[in-house]
Nanobody, 116 residues
Framework: QVQLVESGGGLVHPGGSLRLSCSAS????????MAWYRQVPGEHRDFVAH???????NYVDSVKSRFTISIAKPTNTAYLRMNNPKPEDSTVYCC??????????WGQGTQVTVSS
């Protein structure tokens, strides 16, 4: 079906910048949506950002104006640019893809650590 592979996580200083990538492969059908979530204790996932295959975006208020989600359609890759990350942004970020018919797929996650 669909495989999602995240990359780009790592250590970043507050006020720095980091870009996460999510590459989708397999049976991706347009129109689709991709999104970034982040893990909280108990494995609960909080919504971070969402983008449609046509480029429409939305964000959780806490990251709006700091994070930017984008998509490269030729490679079915979603990105999350994290500008001015804060220590409370530190967690595992997971990629989600929604195919037509409300079928969802999840990546394995990539760790982001924000520390001075």
């Amino acid at each position: 079906q669909v495989q999602l592979v995240e990359s780009g996580g790592g250590l970043v200083h507050p006020g720095g910048s980091l870009r996460l990538s999510c590459s989708a492969s397999g049976s991706v059908f347009s129109p689709y949506c991709m999104a970034w979530y982040r893990q909280v204790p108990g494995e609960h996932r909080d919504f971070v950002a969402h983008i449609t295959s046509s480029g429409n975006t939305n964000y959780v208020d806490s990251v709006k104006s700091r994070f930017t989600i984008s998509i490269a359609k030729p490679t079915n890759t979603a990105y999350l640019r994290m500008n001015n990350p804060k220590p409370e942004d530190s967690t595992v970020y997971c990629c989600n893809l929604q195919n037509p018919g409300d079928v969802h797929y999840w990546g394995q996650g990539t760790q982001v650590t924000v520390s001075s």
